[in-house]
């Protein structure tokens, strides 16, 4: 049988997906494994903000897979751990990938990250202006987009952070001890969550901060291996 891992990503602004160097190394190590980067939002549609809209992806995404024989292993980073359990309640799903999963933005640690990352794009923006390419691009999309955007991730946050109860196949979190945003409490909010009799592991990793899996400053293969041998069984690359 065919497996798919169906990646989520973070908050991202105008970015490409957090888990594209991630499929690129599946493929460059000639794994059986297919791997989707799903967008679940266009930042220039606001339409696609909406929670019910992303449910609605992910619900078409994953039975289309379903209905291709495929076992579907769904990651979630960061916002969208919350989603990847909601998928959880109407689909078989194989195995699921929690990578610094966010509970609740309402956090002073949270707050500061996001403003600060919210102030910063305006700074960018700014800067971007004084050249012509850059600013016709940001031109297409308007600046209060991100407030828009990160009011509905919240949202998401905040209808998803008890679904986790829903999680009933083999579950892999994994946590840089030096993240700012994810507490260890959260974890145990999670696995308090879960049934007892689910494979549930937490892999921590103790240099790696919020953005480890995306973070161009550090050699991600260690992680891209532990997130391979999971979905696949154990097997090793």
Known sequence: MKTVVIC?????????????????????????????????????????????????LLDETISNYENN?????LV????????????????????????????HILTRSGINYYL???????????????????????????????FDLLCSCFYALHKTNHAFKFIKCPT?????KEDEIT???????????IDRKVDFKINFYPEANHVFIMSKKVDKSIYYKDMIEFAMDGEKI
Request: a positive charge; proline letters at 3%; hydrophobic letters at 40%.
């Open 8 to 56: 989520l990503h973070g908050l991202i602004k105008d970015a490409p997906h957090d888990f594209i160097p991630f499929k690129e190394f599946v493929e460059s190590n000639n794994t059986s494994l297919e791997v989707d980067c799903l967008m679940l939002y266009d930042i220039k549609n606001k339409k696609t903000y909406k929670y019910k809209n992303k449910i609605k």
């Open 69 to 73: 024989n495929y076992r579907v292993v």
């Open 76 to 103: 979630g980073y960061s916002f969208s751990a919350g989603l990847v359990a909601r998928m959880c309640k109407n689909h078989n799903i194989y195995k699921t990938i929690i990578i610094s999963p966010v509970l």
């Open 116 to 146: 600060s990352m919210f102030f910063k794009s305006f700074k960018m923006r700014a800067k971007a202006m004084m050249n012509k390419k850059k600013r016709n691009r940001l031109k297409k999309m308007n600046s209060l987009y991100l």
């Open 172 to 176: 892999l979190v994994m946590f840089g």
């Open 183 to 193: 507490y260890p409490r959260f974890l145990s909010q999670i696995r308090n969550q």
